[in-house]
């Protein structure tokens, strides 16, 4: 389980987070929803390693994690896929796979056949270069290189963005199915509703740098919802 208590992020004079709470668990998927600018991404960087905290603790199954680097936690099984991909244009599909390696051992340096059947266009790429991929492509190995690590956190800053409709439609799919595995807390941001509510067993919503929704997927008024997600 994922545990977020009393949060309190600054970027110099200005407070990108305020006593967030957040808990996500390996039951499904945690959606974190909100407009631009109100601390999303701050949330998942600081949560992933990336953005150091001034005030409150990060739990990851049982252990403080607050004060480790990212690369130690990407060790611990917790894996981010940021806002705009950020994959080696440079490199080959297959390189881009292997980068993920970095965080595992020798013995556990592969590239499972589970990745392929997920990602099954990755399969026949695997030797062009990331920049030659679509936008929806490179999402795609973006996910595909966070899984490599094996993680048990799985971090997704807006998946769909910039991303055309089908391959919304294949990625939503694809979080559905590692989700129903059970064995991976998923904590996904989102600003479109519909792919949040269709995904989602439990959400938060954050305006301003709090949390001010938060329950269950079935509880989710979406009245309430889009008052913070419209601009």
């Given at each position: 389980m994922l545990k977020v208590e009393n949060l309190d992020v600054y970027y110099g004079a200005s407070q990108a987070l305020k006593k967030v709470n957040l808990i996500a668990d390996k039951t499904g998927v945690t959606c974190v929803l909100g407009r631009n600018g109100v601390g999303k991404t701050s949330l998942l960087k600081a949560i992933a390693g990336q953005q150091s905290v001034s005030a409150g603790t990060i739990e990851w199954e049982g252990v403080e994690i607050?004060?480790?680097?990212?690369?130690?936690?990407?060790?611990?099984?917790?894996?981010?896929?940021?806002?705009?991909?950020?994959i080696?244009?440079?490199?080959?599909?297959?390189?881009?796979?292997?980068?993920?390696?970095?965080?595992?051992?020798?013995?556990?340096r592969k590239i499972s056949s589970d990745i392929f059947e997920l990602f099954p266009v990755l399969k026949d790429m695997l030797n062009r270069r990331g920049g030659d991929l679509s936008g929806g492509q490179q999402q795609q190995l973006a996910i595909a290189r966070a899984l490599v690590t094996q993680p048990r956190l799985l971090i997704l800053d807006e998946p769909t963005e910039g991303i055309?409709?089908?391959?919304?439609?294949?990625?939503?799919?694809?979080i559905s199915q590692l989700a129903n595995r059970r064995n991976m807390a998923i904590l996904l941001v989102e600003q479109y509703f519909e792919f949040a509510r269709d995904l989602a067993d439990t959400y938060a919503v954050m305006d301003?740098?709090?949390?001010?929704?938060?329950?269950?997927?079935?509880?989710?008024?979406?009245?309430d919802v889009r008052r913070f997600i419209t601009v």
């Open positions: 607050t004060g480790m680097v990212a690369h130690a936690r990407a060790s611990r099984g917790v894996a981010y896929v940021p806002q705009g991909r950020e080696f244009p440079l490199l080959t599909v297959y390189e881009n796979l292997c980068t993920g390696f970095a965080c595992l051992k020798r013995s556990e055309q409709p089908s391959i919304i439609k294949d990625i939503g799919q694809i301003r740098g709090e949390i001010v929704l938060s329950g269950r997927s079935d509880e989710m008024v979406e009245q």
